[in-house]
Structure formats: structure tokens, C-alpha cells
DNA sequence: AATGAATGAGCGTTCATTCAT
DNA sequence: GATGAATGAACGCTCATTCAT
């Protein structure tokens, strides 16, 4: 079975399609996909052309328009095709945590995990859902919701535990959260890549969930 | 006194250039920046036409290339252009902290309410700092060292006053402070608009500085 | 068979191209090549633009750049064919004649002929052969100096066989014919082109052979 | 007295203008088309722009517009302007020769000084007297016209003095005199103008009078 | 007279998209 | 389905010319 059936039921409705979804025809799909994402991911996507993508997938310009819209629609059903992916794995991730800290652990440790995986997708994650003007794409909108609810998730049964202060914004933690792993991860990108993304997990969970500021003995006095 | 002219430093040797510092002449080069950051940010910088920017401006297409090498160095001045002016105010209100942790308050409240106050520049930032790709811009990318240094020394300040924690990772606390800021403002940006940025700051130093955990009892036995 | 075929040779390296050598496709090079070739002789090289020689070849713009890089392209694209084409058939002209006076007087025939079949042709030649400043590309000047080659060998022959004087300056004598004949063609394309410039040969070459000076009697005594 | 000031009956009724013929204000006219002159020998007619002659005559842009009517009455000015310089010391020269092969030898030779003299003039006089298309210029037409004239009249002379035969065809005879003269200087601007162009007057004399064949012993018996 | 900032028409070139084969 | 030649709208940029100062 292959992961990018799914998107099929995007554009059915609005083009021709190769509909055969366990033939050959499907490879095509998606060495293009993979194709473009290498390509925006070195040269942005607007400084991408078309031919680049056909060349680097090994197939005509036209052919491309067979499985895509426009060449918006590639970088939509890469979104919606990677968010379904990556998430599943996310999620796998946090079920297997125990509890709170080991489940947001789990996070970002398979968060950093995938992005340090496919570079391409990073850059590509990156700078598209930075990219203000275009994230009116609903596809990257939804994306970053459906992290921030698997936070949200963690945070509360946490609070529950008893393992994280129940007097938090919420909304607030989840941008720490997120903000905090995104900055890791472009500055990884920024540099030499010389070192290992996941081993910047732990550390940084830690931070999270302690805080830069030392514990205060004057707590237990009061 | 124009705020814009130090910028005739960096382009005065290159081109043909009106100078006249004071003049009315000098309004056009501050017009022009205006009218492009505006458009950028509707646009992003691709999707822009210099006829756009030019409307915006007021002025004919070709009297920006009086003012700009070319469309890269529109973007180019702004950033360089910015930055300082920013960087000024962000290093003032850290003088006036009395500590560390204030200090670190005044840089976010700082950051917040000159972002919330430009809304145009806040959306070019976040867009365009997140182009891995265009990245090499050089100017672009000493923007970031330059927020990371100045919150690097407030860290070892703290360190050094005690309401700071030693045995951290300076690299990754920088990380965890400018990613979560970010991703507040970049909330917002996505958002309605129609929450006060500024109070976002005092929740989330609080939240930098004493993490998400409880503070456990344990510690004290230890 | 289509003589155009062999330029392909030159660009097939460097860019995408419509190859099929005897197909229908072919033709739009010719076409394009011939439309530049009347536009620039009517309007002259900087004063053509694309737009009208796509016009004049019955295509688009953008379909000249599936066949030359770049506007200056077209013409060295011109030049290394023509010059190919005319060339041999001036060396064959050249080849059939019994001795060196009869070589220079097919030599000469055949260039006012060719000159005078394809006006066109004529015109840019003239023209861009005189351009000091783009003479830099290489083909045009390459082609000046093989019919320069031309004409040392038929003299050396000449001198040789006795029928041309020994005590010359080869260089100037290439520069008297090369000049001459120039200026023949020169003169008529100035002209209403109402007569037959091939006619201009005979007498021409009889001038270069005898001189302009009446045979001193005086020689004989000497 | 200026050279210049005839250039002022051209123009005087087009065009507001700064008469004043013996004033300082002339030097500007001369210093533009001085200028002007050597861009264009540099860059080419087209390639040059109206902001580099300012600048190279140090004039701002506008102050050419005082002067000439646009870019093209800056050529045609330096070419009526050159023009009736030049012929009046052609004919002069040509005046000093005691017979028709004299004063074809002072004329070439002359032609040759002052082409190898002013190297900008005669890189601009080959390239736009080339131009076919331009040629409609009537300035430009004019000038080869009255080359060929004065070379008429010395040929008309040599034949009633004996010097010259007199079964010739005159117009081809001018034609082969301007072209190798103009080949010769052609040549010399290719080349690394390392050799003395008026030294070759004297062979190029020689050679259009004699002709390039053998003087026939045979012609005496007959 | 002289300036040079400002103009905007115009051009070379690119590239997403189409469609005949 | 697959191709890739062809299209032409669109854009960045240049530069001759103007005109307020």
C-alpha cells in the first residue's frame, strides 16, 4: 500500500488524474514530489522552475501537470502528504512515553529525529510555514494546529501528573514548545550539520521543563 | 533629522546617487523602503513588481533603481537599515534592566511592542529569516548573531547574579529564548491581531525562567 | 537535405534543443535565422528587437530561446554558417581555375555573387565586419582572416607561376583585394541595385592585375 | 577662430542655442562631441550612453541636450564637423602634389595620418560609414561622396598627364582606391597598432598604380 | 546657462502552462 | 499516459529625454 494514495482524494474532483493507485504509474507521483521538495529545498520554491523539478524526477514538464495542479499544488500535496506521515510517527512517538515529560520527550526527540532525516523536508517545513503571505496554503496552516494539539495533550495529562504547574497559559507553553524546537532545528540548517540534531533533545526538554532560573530555596521557607 | 541616512553610506560609492541629506530629496529613499516593506509583506518578495513597489511610492519604476542596485538590494537596505535602528532600542531597554532576569524582560517587551508597532517589518523578519535558501544574504544572517550575542551576555550576568542556573547550554538557551519569542510573534502575525503582543512578555519570561515543571520538594532533601 | 543542420552542432552541448535534423521542426531554426538576418539588415543589430524577427518567423518571442541563447547568439549563430557556406563555396570557385589570375577572378565572381544572391546577408556582413568594437567575436573575425587565406595562397601561386610580381607585400595586397571588393559591394548596396554587380568582376580584377599606371615604356631600357 | 562654429548653422533654426561663437561656452560643444567621439569608439554608437559622454566631458547629462538635439545629432554633428576638417587638409595635401601620382600618393598618405592621429575618429568613421542602415544619414553619404571626388579629379589629371591609362572605368577605379585605403586603416585598428600606419602609403601607392602583375616584355614586341 | 533627479516607454529574457503527437 | 516544443504574459532593468531649480 502506498503512502501518497491518500492525496488522490485532493484533486480527484478537479482534474484528470492518473487514478491506479497500486501500478507503476504511482512511482511517478511521487519521484516528483520527492523531485521538487529537493529542488525548493535548494533553491526556494519560487526560484524553482518546472524543468528543474521534470529534470530531477527524470520526466517530461507536461507529465508533470498530469499528477499536479499548478506548481502550487505540488508544494500543497507535499504538505498534506509529509503532515499526514510525520505525524503518525509523532504520535506514535508520544504513545510510547509513559507519562508527560517522557511523552514530550519522545516529541522532539522524534520531531528532530525526522527532520534530521530528510533535510530537504526541513528546509522546505521551514521556510514555507514562515513564509506569512503564503500560509493562507490551509494545508501548512493545519499542520502547525496539529502539533500544537499534541502538545496541548502532553501538557495536560502533565498537569495532571502533577509533573507540570497547572498555573500555565497554555497557548503560551505550546509557542515555547514549538519556537524553542524550530530554532534548534534552523540553526542546524544555518550551519555546518556537522553535529547530531537529536542529541539536542534531552537537553533542551530539560530546559523546558526546569527553566533557566535556579530553583529558589527561599520556596520552601515560606 | 532623517533616520534613514546612514543607509547613503553603503551605496554612495556604487551609484550615481542623490545625496542631500536633509533635503526633501531624501524622502523619496525613505518612501521607497516604506512602500516596498508594505508590499513585501502583502506579496512576500517574489510575488512583488517593482511597478508595485513603485506605486506604493509614489515615484516612477525607474527612480527606484536612483535609490536601489536592484530588487535584492531593496530588501538588502531594509535589513541593514533596520536592524540598527532596532538593535539600538533592544540594547537601551536591556541597559536599563537592574538584573538579569529584568533585563531580559525589557529585550522581550522590547522585541514584542517593536514588532507589534511595524507590522510590515515584523512579517518581512520572520520571512525572510527563515529563508535557509536566501539565508546567505549576508546582512540577514548578522541579524540573528547580533540578538543571540546580546542575549548571551544577559545570561551569563544572570549566572553570574545567581538567578540563573550554571550548568546550561548557552547555545541551546539561546535557542529556546529567540525561537519561543518568535513563534509569539509569528502566532500573532497568523492571528487576528486583535490581542495586545506586548502582554505576552511577562508570561513568557516567566515561563523561560522557571520552566514548565513544578518545583519538586525532592530537591531539598537532596 | 537542409543546410542548416551542422550549426546544431555548436549548441547541442549547451542548451535543450528541438533536434530532428530532417524533420519539420528544423525549419523554425532556418526560419528564425533568415528573419533575424532580414531585420538586421533593414533596421540593423541593436535596432532589431526579438519581438519583430519572431514576428518576421511567424513564432513567439519565447520560442527564439529554444534555438539561441541569447540576441547576440542569433548573429554568431549567422555568421559560423554562412561563413561555412560561403566559404566553400568560394574555395571550390577558387579550385576551378587553371592559374592564380583566373583563381582571383572566380574568387571575386563568386563573392559578388553570393553577395549579390543574398542581400540580406550582404548588408550584415558589411556592416558587422566593420564593428571594431563587437569585432571581439570571435567568429566574425575569424571569417576575415580565411578569406585573407584565400587570397595569399592564390597570390604565392601566382607569383610562382609567374603571372604575379614577386616583390610584394603579401599583407597589402590581401588588404587591396579584400578592399576593393568590399567596396564594390559596398557601393552598390548604397545604390538603387539596378545593375548587375557579378558584371563589376572582369574589370575589377583587370584593375588589381595591371594597375592603374600606363605600362612604362622606360621599364625596357632599364 | 573655432573649427566648430559652422557646426551652428545645422542646427540653428531646430533648437534653442547657445551661440556665442567665440565665448567659453563653446569649449562645452567641443568637449561634448570630443568626448562623445570616444565612447563611441569605445562601446559602439548604441552601447554608449548619454550619461557616460556627460561624464567623460564632464558636463551633467542634461547640458548635452544644449547642445545637440539628441544622440544621433551628436554623430551627425561630429561627421559634418570632421568631415570639412578633414577634406580641407586632404585637399591641401592633394594641392602639393606636383602631378596626379603625387597627389594620390599626399592623399593616402594624409589619410592615413590623420586616421593613425586620431584613432577614436577613425574607429567611428569605419564603423558608421559601414552602418548601411544609418547610412540614410546624410552627412555620412556626403562625406564619400567628396572623397570620391577628389580622387575623380587626380585620376582625370593622371590620364591627360599620362601617368594614368585612360581605358579605365572610373568608378571603379575610386572604389578600389577608398576600399584598400579604408582595409588598410581597418586592418590597423584590429591590430595591435604597433606599426606605423603611413608607412604603408607609400607601398600602397605602388601597388595601385602597378598592379599586381609582372609588367609583360611581351607588350614592347607587339 | 547648467544641473541632475525623475520619468516611463521599451526591451531582452524567463517560465508556467498547454496541446498536438 | 507521456512528451517537450511552443507560447506569450509578465517582469526587472536601462536610458534617452525632460524640466524644475
Known sequence: MNEYSFI????RATRRFPIRIKGKTNDKHHRILEAAV???AEKGFFQSTISQIA???GVADGTIYLYFKNKDDILTQFFSYKTKLV???????????PNAIE??????????????RDRNMAVVYQTETHQITRMA??????????????????????QQEGSIRRSLY??????????????VINTWLHSKKNYD?????????ELIIEGLGKKRETDHSS
Open 8 to 11: 488522490f482524494q485532493i484533486n
Open 38 to 40: 529537493k529542488v525548493f
Open 55 to 57: 529534470k530531477e524526477a
Open 87 to 97: 505525524f503518525d510517527r509523532f504520535k506514535e512517538a508520544v504513545e510510547e512515553g
Open 103 to 116: 511523552k514530550l520527550r519522545n516529541l522532539i526527540r522524534k520531531h528532530l529525529e525526522e527532520f534530521q
Open 137 to 158: 496554503e490551509y494545508q501548512i496552516k493545519k499542520m502547525s494546529k496539529k502539533y500544537l494539539d499534541i502538545v496541548s495533550e502532553i501538557v495536560e495529562q502533565g
Open 170 to 183: 497554555l497557548g503560551l507553553v505550546k509557542r515555547l514548545i514549538l519556537g524553542s524546537v524550530d530554532e
Open 197 to 205: 540534531l537529536i542529541s539536542m533533545a534531552d537537553p533542551l526538554v
